[in-house]
């Protein structure tokens, strides 16, 4: 297998990819790039209308996805899938995985990475 | 493209047990366009690699909003990536292979922020490709390794001449690697989380 060609980005012919956010740039809350979600329990019923993308986001996420995987398989530039993100967890249809407010994982999941790859 | 998951585990008040949300983790892969990026992610990742994009605007995120001085916001980066499951599928390892060019060092900065670290990928044949991966990591402190790809075989350099060239400090674990091997690929990613476990630990 080859690296991907990436040596340039480009350019594409589709809709304005902020388009789809009403040009909004920004989630409402904070979600990097692995953080893994899944439909919440219990979830309340959505008090608006659920658009196609964020549909196919919800049946996507019926088991545990991370941010990264939901861009890749709706072909939606990251940015704009946080910001579809951000609105069903703060309307709380979407639960997220814990928010690491460090700069690296404690040692304690290091190790336990550590034991899950020997055990590979 | 809107595929339904139909498993029935996870349907009803059975689902209950089953909610919790496995810890995500990650290791940026970084080096040169070429050197075997996709190839080291895909050797070891459960599923074939995926690829993402970001905008290449979200380096301007001063703006709220898009307006005509973010007209290159149909520009896109794109990423692959893998994922490896570990222990009781309560942690998610995601594996980022990531451009090189300092031109997309923005996407960098967020890649690092809360990963364990970064696997820096060397063709021996172009070393100034990765140059730049290892002034980024150097310079944030980001725990990295280096691992030299023998994918055409021939190891006309020793690892010491490499390190020299580098200017890489004795500290940074450096090895040989065959990106194209699971298990080779595993020792480079326990070699990182070692490392890792070590500098955290002081």
């Excluded at chain 2, 339904?4 to 970084?30: E, L, M, Y």
């Excluded at chain 2, 021996?124 to 790809?149: C, K």
Aim: with cysteine; hydrophobic share 45%.
């Amino acid at each position: 297998m080859n690296d991907s060609p990436y040596s340039e980005p480009q350019p594409r012919l589709r809709i304005r990819p902020y388009a789809l956010t009403r040009g909004r740039t920004r989630a409402a809350v904070d979600i990097p790039l692995e953080t893994i979600v899944r439909v919440a329990p219990n979830a309340p019923a959505s008090g608006r209308d659920i658009g196609p993308d964020e549909r196919t986001i919800l049946d996507l996420a019926a088991q545990p996805i991370s941010l990264a995987e939901l861009s890749a398989h709706l072909r939606m530039v990251i940015g704009v899938v946080r910001v579809l993100v951000g609105d069903l967890v703060a309307e709380g249809l979407l639960t997220r995985s814990a928010i690491q407010t460090t700069n690296q994982p404690d040692a304690s999941i290091l190790e336990r990475v550590l034991n899950g790859l020997k055990a590979l | 493209m809107a595929s339904r998951h139909c498993d029935p585990t996870v349907d009803g008040a059975s689902a209950t047990a089953d909610q919790k949300v496995p810890i995500p983790v990650k290791i940026v892969v970084a080096g040169g366009f070429g050197v075997g990026k996709t190839t080291f992610v895909g050797s070891i990742s459960e599923i074939d690699p995926l690829r993402t994009e970001a905008a290449m605007t979200q380096a301007s995120e001063a703006f709220d909003a898009v307006n005509e001085s973010t007209d290159k916001s149909a520009t896109t980066v794109a990423m692959d990536f893998g994922r490896i499951t570990l222990g009781n599928d309560d942690l998610i390892l995601y594996l980022f292979g990531t451009p090189g060019q300092p031109r997309f060092h923005f996407l960098w900065d967020e890649l690092v922020r809360g990963a364990i670290g970064a696997v820096v990928i060397v063709d021996t044949g172009r070393l100034a490709d990765s140059f730049s991966a290892v002034d980024y990591f150097e310079g944030r402190g980001v725990p990295f390794v280096v691992a030299v790809n023998c994918f055409h075989g021939a190891m006309t350099h020793d690892l010491d001449a490499i390190r020299q060239a580098l200017a890489l400090s004795e500290r940074v674990p450096m090895f040989f690697t065959d990106a194209r091997e699971r298990s080779s690929t595993r020792d480079a990613l326990l070699t990182l989380v070692q490392h890792a476990l070590a500098q955290a630990t002081g």
